[in-house]
C-alpha cells in the first residue's frame, strides 16, 4: 500500500475531548438557564409561538378524524334520543286521548243523569231509574233491554222516558232486566196530543223513516189543522201514559188530492239510538183491566 495513502490523523476512538459527565453538567446548567430566563423574561416565547403556528395545520390534520368519530356518534346518539322522544310522545297523545275519550263520556253521561233527575223532580208518576244494558238481536223489531226487572218493581206496560221524552214501553219483563219496545217499532203506538191546536190523534211507529226510524200520525183528514213543527205530547187518554210528556214534533206532511187522508211524519224527541240512562214509570191506571195484557203482547196503548 503506498504510504501516501495512509491516514496520519489519529482514530476517531482515540480522539480525546469532554467527558459525559463534563457534557451531563454543561446541558444541566443550560437547560436550567433557560428555564430560569424563560420564567422571568419570556425569552421563548416568540420561539415558541413560531413552533405553534408551524405545527398548527399539522395539528388540525391529525385532529379531524377523532372530530369526525366525535360528530357521527353524536349524530347518531341524538337521533336515537329524538327517535325514543317521538315513541314516548305518542304514547303520551295516546294516553291522554284515552283520557279526554273517558272525560267526554262522563260528561254526557253525568249531564244525561242531571237531566233525569230534573225529569224525576217533576213527574208526580213513581219513577225508578235504569241503565239500557244493549239492543235485543231481533233485527225486525226495535227494542232494548234496560238493568231492572221484577224484583226491582218493574211492571209489564211501564212507559219508558228519557230527558227528552218518551222512550217507549216496557212490554217483557223478566226478574233481572226488562224488554223495552221503542215508539219506532212498528207495533208500538201511542195516544198524542197537539199542543198548538189540542187535537188528539194516535202516532204510530214507523221503523223504516229515514234517520234510523220515526213516526207517523194515521187517519187524519187531509185538512186537518196540522203543521211542520207542532209538538206532540201524551194526551193521558189511555191511562198508560202520564199527560204532558213530549213524545215528538211533526216534520213534514203530504195532502193530496187522490186521498182522503193526509199523511203526516213525525220525529220522536227521545234517543232512540244509544240512549245510556232512562226512567221507568208506573202506569197511571194499573188497575185497568186488559192492560198488562195488551202490554205483555207487544201493542202501545189505544186512546
Partial sequence: MPLGTLER??????????SALSR????????????????????????????ATVLYPLQWLMLQPVALVQHGAGYFQSIEEAREALEETRRQMAQMAVRAG?????????????????LRARLQTPALAAEVLYDTADPFARRVTVDR???AG?????????????????????????????????????????????????AYGDPLASHGGGMELRFMPGNADVQEGDLLTTSG????????????????IERRADSTFARIYCAPL?????????????????????????????????P
Fill in 24 to 51: 451531563l453538567v454543561l446541558y444541566s446548567a443550560l437547560a436550567l438557564f433557560f428555564m430560569v430566563a424563560d420564567a422571568r423574561f419570556h425569552v421563548t416565547e416568540p420561539v415558541r409561538q413560531v413552533v
Fill in 149 to 151: 226487572g221484577r224484583l
Fill in 9 to 18: 490523523k489519529a482514530p476517531p476512538f482515540m480522539r480525546q475531548g469532554p
Fill in 102 to 118: 273517558a272525560t267526554e263520556q262522563l260528561q254526557r253521561e253525568n249531564t244525561q243523569l242531571r237531566d233525569l233527575l230534573a
Fill in 154 to 202: 218493574v211492571q209489564p206496560g211501564s212507559p219508558v222516558v228519557d230527558a227528552r221524552g218518551v222512550l217507549g214501553q216496557v212490554t217483557r219483563v223478566f226478574p233481572m232486566r226488562s224488554e223495552v219496545t221503542l215508539l219506532i217499532d212498528r207495533e208500538q203506538t201511542i195516544p198524542v196530543l197537539n199542543v198548538r191546536t189540542g187535537a188528539r190523534s194516535v
Fill in 270 to 302: 227521545a234517543q232512540m239510538q244509544g240512549a245510556r240512562y232512562v226512567m221507568l214509570l208506573r202506569p197511571v191506571d194499573q188497575g185497568e183491566p186488559g192492560a198488562d195484557t195488551a202490554a205483555a203482547d207487544g201493542g202501545g196503548a189505544q
Fill in 237 to 252: 187518554v189511555d191511562g198508560v201514559y202520564p199527560p204532558g210528556l213530549q213524545v215528538a214534533r211533526v216534520v213534514h
